[in-house]
């Protein structure tokens, strides 16, 4: 029997799952598998969301057996150890499993540039234990603060709240932090301790989301300023410790609250073979391939992708659905002795949730704002999830949000 292997279990993967089946649903001779440490396809998208109560953690995360239930697929539940490229084998800490065909979409891990104390201190966001981390974690601070500010103790470290990151995840988690804190926790603690909140984005660029559009870039300036966020361009962070951070111009601000949205790296997995490297990803041909294994792919933030112009794909989940498609119909080619086909990338858009009824984004080079945007934003990423279930319950969690304060319990 045939096995393709896809490695990872995140857009690419899920993708590539739900494609290679437009080809193989009915062809038994062919069996398609998919590993990965989590049972379930995490909607990462929401993550900030779900870090600030607007949406539930549970309703983001859809069961990969309920997805795929196809006779010819398999799901392991395994972590992945080692990827043997010239012996076709995977090994998983339950055990070996060799491939025909093998796509490579792990996904990736933050990147904290070796800078010290970032990975020890710094939240993330990048999975449901990150986001129901940095959850209890905001509560726990307005919870210590409010029983302080009564013995009229300093609150600066407990109260500033720092963001390293001025990308897209950085300025929408600010949006959404501000939106938890002063339009939920407003209303549920001391005006005194609300009013010594600062939250601040650390951006090295001298602009926030740097890589898009001038117009939009200048309008998801004015929404943070105007929501009262403090921007520092042209800084970059030295230390972080667990009360305080130093930035490369040795100023320091007091902070228990650091989350990191400065980059990600491939996530660890040793692999054997003769493989090419670019900026730590795998870097693969106009088909996806891995050079020298034409059976192997690799795609999502786990690949360097470039389209014609030697411009690399961005690290986004539309490319990675994109890459997703492709992938699969080369490996029918490949079956079938047919052309593969090359990627190209073309944006569609990409729309960023600033706040309650507020977002920007840009529309096959339409640039658009507010209230419409956030209409937008809402409609493509319901459209994006998988099962029904989940797509009602989030559309519940979202009009329930503009209704009511936001779930503030710790689970």
């Known amino acids: 029997m045939r096995k393709i292997l896809i490695l ?45 109560g607007g949406v539930s953690l549970r309703d983001i995360i859809e069961p990969i057996r309920e997805i795929f239930n196809y006779k ?3 799901f392991i539940h395994s972590k992945i150890l080692e990827i043997d490229l010239d012996n076709k084998n995977i090994i998983l800490e339950c055990g070996e499993i060799n491939y025909d065909y093998l796509v490579i979409s792990l996904g990736s891990v933050p990147n904290f540039y070796d800078i010290v104390g970032a990975e020890k201190y710094a939240f993330t966001l ?67 301790l609300i009013k010594n909140v600062n939250i601040f984005i650390i951006e090295k660029n001298n602009e926030l989301v740097s890589n898009f559009n001038p117009i939009l870039r200048k309008k998801v300036f004015q929404r943070i300023f105007d929501l009262g966020i403090k921007v520092l361009l042209n800084k970059s962070i030295k230390e972080v410790s667990k009360e305080f951070i130093v930035l490369d111009d040795n100023q320091k601000i007091l902070t228990q609250t650091v989350i990191w949205t400065a980059g990600v790296r491939p996530a660890d997995v040793r692999i054997i073979g003769k493989i090419n490297f670019k900026n730590n990803r795998i870097l693969v041909n106009e088909f996806l391939q891995i050079n020298n294994y034409p059976e192997v792919f690799a795609i999502g933030d786990y690949a360097y992708i470039q389209n014609k112009d030697g411009v690399a794909v961005p690290q986004l989940a539309q490319a990675a659905v994109a890459e997703a498609k492709i992938v699969a119909l080369n490996i ?59 797509k009602i319950k989030t559309l519940i969690d979202w009009i329930v949000d503009l209704f009511l304060p936001r779930n503030t319990s710790e689970i």
């Open 332 to 390: 029918k080619n490949l079956i079938l002795k047919n052309n593969l086909i090359k990627f190209e990338f073309k944006l569609k858009g990409y729309l960023i949730p600033l706040g309650k009824l507020f977002a920007v984004g840009e529309i096959h080079n339409l640039i658009v704002s507010g209230i419409l945007a956030w209409i937008l934003w809402r409609l493509v990423y319901v459209s994006k999830i998988i099962l029904l279930r989940n």
């Open 126 to 192: 990048k999975s449901i234990d990150d986001a129901n981390k940095l959850k209890k974690h905001l509560i726990n601070i307005f919870e210590r603060a409010s029983f302080l500010i009564e013995k009229n103790n300093n609150l600066n470290s407990l109260l500033n709240f720092v963001i390293v990151g001025g990308g897209p995840t950085g300025v929408e988690l600010a949006a959404e932090i501000h939106n938890l804190f002063f339009n939920t926790f407003k209303k549920m603690y001391p005006l005194d």
């Open 72 to 74: 010819n697929f398999k």
């Open 8 to 52: 990872g279990g995140g857009f690419g993967g899920i993708f590539t799952v739900k494609n290679l089946f437009k080809y193989f649903k009915n062809d038994f001779n062919t069996e398609i598998i998919l590993i990965d440490s989590r049972n379930y396809f995490l909607f990462t998208p929401l993550l900030g969301e779900a870090a600030t």
